[in-house]
Nanobody, 123 residues
């Protein structure tokens, strides 16, 4: 079992910056892809940025050039640096991780979510 804990959300003016952090604890061996999602009321949760076990990153078009995802493999932490924030970035941000468990021929992928952290960008 893996637990994910986010921090770093808050209230910021448009054009400002925030840095979100997510730390994984528990049985963390085998954690593969990690990422950040966000959700606003009435809408589906959407991927903001992800980073694979090998370090490949991907971003939603709406945040490219403004957000950067990084990962500290030794500390089991992932970060999201958010710059040039816009009011439309306001959402609850969730950390996500998947984990590969078992031998290669019978590997099982588990998914985990953090509890979410609120990011509010005022105009």
């Amino acid at each position: 079992q893996v637990q994910l804990a986010e921090s770093g959300g808050g209230l910021v003016q448009a054009g400002g910056s925030l840095r979100l952090s997510c730390v994984a604890s528990g049985r963390t061996r085998g954690i593969d892809n990690v990422g950040w999602y966000r959700q606003t009321p009435g809408k589906q949760r959407e991927l903001v940025a992800g980073i694979s076990g090998g370090g490949t990153t991907n971003y939603a078009d709406s945040v490219k050039g403004r957000f950067t995802i990084t990962r500290d493999y030794a500390k089991n932490e992932v970060y999201l640096q958010m710059n040039s924030l816009k009011p439309e970035d306001t959402a609850v941000y969730y950390c996500h991780a998947d984990q590969l468990v078992g031998p290669v021929e019978r590997v099982v992928r588990y998914e985990y979510w953090g509890q979410g952290t609120q990011v509010t960008v005022s105009s």
